[in-house]
Protein backbone atom coordinates (compact mmCIF):
# COMPACT_ATOMS: atom_id res chain seq x y z
CA UNK A 1 0.00 0.00 0.00
CA UNK A 2 1.48 3.35 -1.21
CA UNK A 3 0.59 6.37 0.49
CA UNK A 4 -1.20 9.44 -0.69
CA UNK A 5 0.10 12.18 -2.18
CA UNK A 6 -2.41 14.45 -3.37
CA UNK A 7 -2.03 16.96 0.39
CA UNK A 8 1.22 17.92 -0.60
CA UNK A 9 0.92 22.16 -0.91
CA UNK A 10 -2.96 21.84 0.68
CA UNK A 11 -3.28 24.52 3.53
CA UNK A 12 -5.42 24.89 6.62
CA UNK A 13 -7.44 27.44 7.85
CA UNK A 14 -5.38 29.95 9.75
CA UNK A 15 -6.27 30.45 13.58
CA UNK A 16 -5.13 33.18 15.97
CA UNK A 17 -4.86 32.20 19.53
CA UNK A 18 -4.85 34.91 22.07
CA UNK A 19 -2.17 34.80 24.95
CA UNK A 20 -2.37 34.69 28.04
CA UNK A 21 -0.78 35.27 31.53
CA UNK A 22 -1.75 32.16 33.65
CA UNK A 23 -1.59 30.25 31.03
CA UNK A 24 2.45 31.26 29.75
CA UNK A 25 2.72 30.62 33.71
CA UNK A 26 1.08 26.90 33.79
CA UNK A 27 2.87 26.43 30.80
CA UNK A 28 6.39 27.30 32.28
CA UNK A 29 5.76 25.54 35.44
CA UNK A 30 5.18 22.35 33.44
CA UNK A 31 8.47 22.49 31.27
CA UNK A 32 10.68 23.82 34.35
CA UNK A 33 10.88 26.92 32.88
CA UNK A 34 11.77 29.08 35.92
CA UNK A 35 13.49 32.22 34.38
CA UNK A 36 11.12 34.89 36.27
CA UNK A 37 10.42 36.78 33.17
CA UNK A 38 8.35 33.53 32.48
CA UNK A 39 5.96 34.51 35.65
CA UNK A 40 6.65 38.43 36.75
CA UNK A 41 5.38 41.00 34.36
CA UNK A 42 8.10 43.92 36.12
CA UNK A 43 10.66 41.08 35.84
CA UNK A 44 9.95 40.85 31.94
CA UNK A 45 9.41 44.42 31.71
CA UNK A 46 12.78 45.30 32.86
CA UNK A 47 14.06 42.17 30.65
CA UNK A 48 12.87 44.89 27.45
CA UNK A 49 9.99 42.89 26.51
CA UNK A 50 6.15 43.95 26.42
CA UNK A 51 5.17 41.68 28.80
CA UNK A 52 5.22 38.68 30.47
CA UNK A 53 7.56 36.37 27.79
CA UNK A 54 6.22 33.06 26.47
CA UNK A 55 8.92 30.36 26.92
CA UNK A 56 10.39 29.44 23.27
CA UNK A 57 8.51 25.72 23.48
CA UNK A 58 5.18 27.82 23.84
CA UNK A 59 5.19 27.68 20.51
CA UNK A 60 3.21 24.14 20.42
CA UNK A 61 0.23 26.05 22.68
CA UNK A 62 -1.03 28.19 20.00
CA UNK A 63 0.50 26.45 16.90
CA UNK A 64 -1.68 23.10 18.64
CA UNK A 65 -5.27 24.38 16.67
CA UNK A 66 -3.96 25.26 13.52
CA UNK A 67 -2.14 21.69 13.29
CA UNK A 68 -5.06 19.84 14.43
CA UNK A 69 -7.03 19.88 11.64
CA UNK A 70 -3.68 18.95 9.07
CA UNK A 71 -3.26 16.10 10.66
CA UNK A 72 -6.79 14.86 11.31
CA UNK A 73 -7.66 15.86 7.60
CA UNK A 74 -8.82 12.39 5.39
CA UNK A 75 -7.44 13.48 2.80
CA UNK A 76 -4.05 13.61 4.39
CA UNK A 77 -5.35 9.97 5.61
CA UNK A 78 -2.67 9.67 8.86
CA UNK A 79 -3.94 6.39 10.60
CA UNK A 80 -3.21 8.18 14.31
CA UNK A 81 -2.71 5.12 15.82
CA UNK A 82 0.38 3.94 14.35
CA UNK A 83 1.16 7.62 14.21
CA UNK A 84 4.95 8.62 15.80
CA UNK A 85 6.19 12.31 16.38
CA UNK A 86 8.94 11.98 14.38
CA UNK A 87 11.00 15.20 14.25
CA UNK A 88 10.24 19.16 15.31
CA UNK A 89 12.08 22.13 14.41
CA UNK A 90 11.39 25.48 14.88
CA UNK A 91 12.88 28.90 14.28
CA UNK A 92 12.01 31.59 16.74
CA UNK A 93 12.31 35.66 15.26
CA UNK A 94 10.11 38.06 17.76
CA UNK A 95 9.42 36.76 21.44
CA UNK A 96 5.82 35.83 21.68
CA UNK A 97 4.32 37.74 25.07
CA UNK A 98 1.26 37.99 26.96
CA UNK A 99 -0.92 40.15 25.46
CA UNK A 100 -0.45 38.62 21.69
CA UNK A 101 -2.97 37.43 18.89
CA UNK A 102 -0.69 34.78 17.34
CA UNK A 103 -2.14 33.92 14.16
CA UNK A 104 -0.33 30.48 12.32
CA UNK A 105 -1.21 29.27 9.18
CA UNK A 106 -0.86 24.93 8.32
CA UNK A 107 0.39 23.69 4.63
CA UNK A 108 1.35 20.34 4.15
CA UNK A 109 5.30 20.20 2.38
CA UNK A 110 5.77 16.64 1.85
CA UNK A 111 4.61 13.25 1.59
CA UNK A 112 6.53 10.23 1.12
CA UNK A 113 7.20 6.87 2.28
CA UNK A 114 10.53 4.81 3.17
CA UNK A 115 11.19 1.48 4.13
CA UNK A 116 7.40 0.65 5.03
CA UNK A 117 6.67 3.84 6.61
CA UNK A 118 5.10 7.02 5.59
CA UNK A 119 6.75 10.63 6.25
CA UNK A 120 3.84 13.60 6.71
CA UNK A 121 5.97 16.94 6.94
CA UNK A 122 3.91 19.82 7.64
CA UNK A 123 4.74 23.16 7.80
CA UNK A 124 3.70 26.22 10.36
CA UNK A 125 3.75 30.48 10.53
CA UNK A 126 3.26 32.20 13.38
CA UNK A 127 2.79 35.82 13.04
CA UNK A 128 1.76 38.48 15.77
CA UNK A 129 -0.76 41.07 15.77
CA UNK A 130 1.82 43.30 14.08
CA UNK A 131 2.30 41.48 11.40
CA UNK A 132 6.00 39.95 12.64
CA UNK A 133 6.95 36.00 12.43
CA UNK A 134 7.30 34.95 15.55
CA UNK A 135 7.97 31.26 14.64
CA UNK A 136 8.47 28.83 11.90
CA UNK A 137 7.63 25.34 12.47
CA UNK A 138 8.57 21.89 10.74
CA UNK A 139 6.70 18.88 12.27
CA UNK A 140 7.83 15.24 11.07
CA UNK A 141 5.36 12.47 12.01
CA UNK A 142 5.61 9.27 11.14
CA UNK A 143 3.18 6.41 10.94
CA UNK A 144 4.10 2.64 11.01
CA UNK A 145 2.96 0.35 8.16
CA UNK A 146 1.81 2.43 5.83
CA UNK B 1 29.47 32.11 28.23
CA UNK B 2 30.71 34.38 24.48
CA UNK B 3 34.13 32.39 24.76
CA UNK B 4 32.33 29.39 23.95
CA UNK B 5 34.57 27.47 20.62
CA UNK B 6 33.95 24.41 18.85
CA UNK B 7 34.30 21.27 20.73
CA UNK B 8 33.48 22.84 23.89
CA UNK B 9 30.99 20.89 26.21
CA UNK B 10 27.71 23.15 27.61
CA UNK B 11 26.58 22.40 30.91
CA UNK B 12 24.96 19.34 31.66
CA UNK B 13 21.26 19.61 32.74
CA UNK B 14 19.40 17.06 35.13
CA UNK B 15 16.01 16.75 35.70
CA UNK B 16 13.31 14.03 37.11
CA UNK B 17 9.69 13.76 35.33
CA UNK B 18 7.21 13.27 38.31
CA UNK B 19 5.00 10.16 38.03
CA UNK B 20 2.28 12.94 37.56
CA UNK B 21 4.23 15.57 35.63
CA UNK B 22 2.82 13.69 31.87
CA UNK B 23 -0.73 14.99 33.52
CA UNK B 24 0.46 18.56 34.11
CA UNK B 25 2.02 18.87 30.42
CA UNK B 26 -0.93 17.61 29.13
CA UNK B 27 -3.13 20.38 30.39
CA UNK B 28 -0.13 22.65 30.09
CA UNK B 29 -0.10 21.62 26.40
CA UNK B 30 -3.39 20.36 25.41
CA UNK B 31 -2.19 16.89 24.15
CA UNK B 32 -4.41 14.61 26.32
CA UNK B 33 -3.36 11.86 23.80
CA UNK B 34 -3.90 8.75 26.27
CA UNK B 35 -0.15 6.98 25.53
CA UNK B 36 0.98 9.98 27.77
CA UNK B 37 -1.65 9.74 30.46
CA UNK B 38 -2.85 6.79 30.71
CA UNK B 39 -0.97 3.66 31.90
CA UNK B 40 -3.76 0.83 31.16
CA UNK B 41 -3.95 2.35 27.81
CA UNK B 42 -0.26 2.63 27.09
CA UNK B 43 0.13 -0.82 28.44
CA UNK B 44 -2.93 -2.37 26.06
CA UNK B 45 -1.41 -0.42 22.90
CA UNK B 46 1.89 -2.35 23.95
CA UNK B 47 3.97 0.11 25.37
CA UNK B 48 5.91 -0.61 28.41
CA UNK B 49 4.08 2.26 30.74
CA UNK B 50 2.59 5.64 29.80
CA UNK B 51 5.57 7.58 28.10
CA UNK B 52 6.24 11.32 27.94
CA UNK B 53 5.36 13.61 25.72
CA UNK B 54 8.27 14.01 22.87
CA UNK B 55 7.65 17.76 22.74
CA UNK B 56 7.77 17.98 26.52
CA UNK B 57 11.41 16.50 26.31
CA UNK B 58 11.96 18.92 23.44
CA UNK B 59 11.48 21.39 26.06
CA UNK B 60 13.95 20.28 28.10
CA UNK B 61 16.26 20.48 25.52
CA UNK B 62 14.96 24.03 24.94
CA UNK B 63 15.84 24.79 28.56
CA UNK B 64 19.53 23.53 28.88
CA UNK B 65 20.58 25.73 25.76
CA UNK B 66 18.66 28.55 27.18
CA UNK B 67 20.83 28.02 31.12
CA UNK B 68 24.07 28.27 27.73
CA UNK B 69 22.41 32.23 27.50
CA UNK B 70 22.02 32.64 31.13
CA UNK B 71 18.18 31.91 30.31
CA UNK B 72 17.54 34.49 28.03
CA UNK B 73 14.53 33.07 26.19
CA UNK B 74 15.11 34.94 22.99
CA UNK B 75 18.86 33.82 22.56
CA UNK B 76 17.36 30.72 21.18
CA UNK B 77 16.39 31.39 17.48
CA UNK B 78 16.39 27.59 16.24
CA UNK B 79 16.04 24.03 17.53
CA UNK B 80 15.44 20.84 15.73
CA UNK B 81 15.19 17.51 17.21
CA UNK B 82 14.90 13.98 16.45
CA UNK B 83 12.54 11.62 18.78
CA UNK B 84 14.34 8.23 18.60
CA UNK B 85 13.60 6.77 22.28
CA UNK B 86 10.77 6.66 24.40
CA UNK B 87 10.91 8.47 27.59
CA UNK B 88 9.30 7.63 30.84
CA UNK B 89 7.69 9.26 34.08
CA UNK B 90 10.16 9.31 37.96
CA UNK B 91 13.38 8.16 35.87
CA UNK B 92 16.30 10.90 35.38
CA UNK B 93 16.96 12.66 32.37
CA UNK B 94 19.88 13.94 31.06
CA UNK B 95 20.58 16.77 28.53
CA UNK B 96 24.11 17.38 27.20
CA UNK B 97 25.28 20.06 24.51
CA UNK B 98 28.48 20.23 22.51
CA UNK B 99 29.23 23.55 20.50
CA UNK B 100 29.78 22.71 16.50
CA UNK B 101 30.05 25.90 15.60
CA UNK B 102 31.08 29.12 17.03
CA UNK B 103 30.61 32.53 15.00
CA UNK B 104 30.72 35.30 17.14
CA UNK B 105 27.86 35.35 19.17
CA UNK B 106 26.50 32.80 16.87
CA UNK B 107 26.81 29.52 18.66
CA UNK B 108 25.63 26.00 17.37
CA UNK B 109 25.20 22.92 19.93
CA UNK B 110 24.47 19.59 18.99
CA UNK B 111 22.51 17.74 22.05
CA UNK B 112 21.77 14.58 23.16
CA UNK B 113 18.89 13.98 26.37
CA UNK B 114 19.37 10.26 27.43
CA UNK B 115 17.71 8.55 30.20
CA UNK B 116 18.70 5.14 31.97
CA UNK B 117 21.61 4.66 28.45
CA UNK B 118 18.44 5.40 25.90
CA UNK B 119 18.96 8.37 23.75
CA UNK B 120 15.46 9.56 23.65
CA UNK B 121 16.15 13.07 21.63
CA UNK B 122 19.64 13.07 19.56
CA UNK B 123 20.78 14.56 15.91
CA UNK B 124 19.30 17.94 17.73
CA UNK B 125 20.70 21.35 17.10
CA UNK B 126 20.31 24.45 18.82
CA UNK B 127 21.10 28.09 18.00
CA UNK B 128 21.94 30.32 19.91
CA UNK B 129 22.39 34.60 19.23
CA UNK B 130 24.64 35.38 22.68
CA UNK B 131 24.45 38.81 21.50
Redesign the interface.
Known sequence: MAVKTDAIGREWPATTYEVGLEKVREFANAVGADNQAHHDRATAKGAGYRDVVAPPMFTVVYSAPAMAPAILDPDVGINLAAMLHGGQEFEWNEPVCVGDAITTQARCTEIYEKDGKGFYVFETVSTNQDGDQVVKGTWTNIVRGV | MADLKQGDAVPEMK?TPDKY?PH??A?????FNPIHIDKEFATA?GLPSNILH???M???V??AN?AVAG????A????????RGMGFPEQEITVTGTVVEADGDRIVIDTVAEQGGNQVIRNSEAELDLS
Request: net charge positive; no cysteine.
Open positions: TLRYGASGDVGLWMSQARNGDPKLKRLSVQF
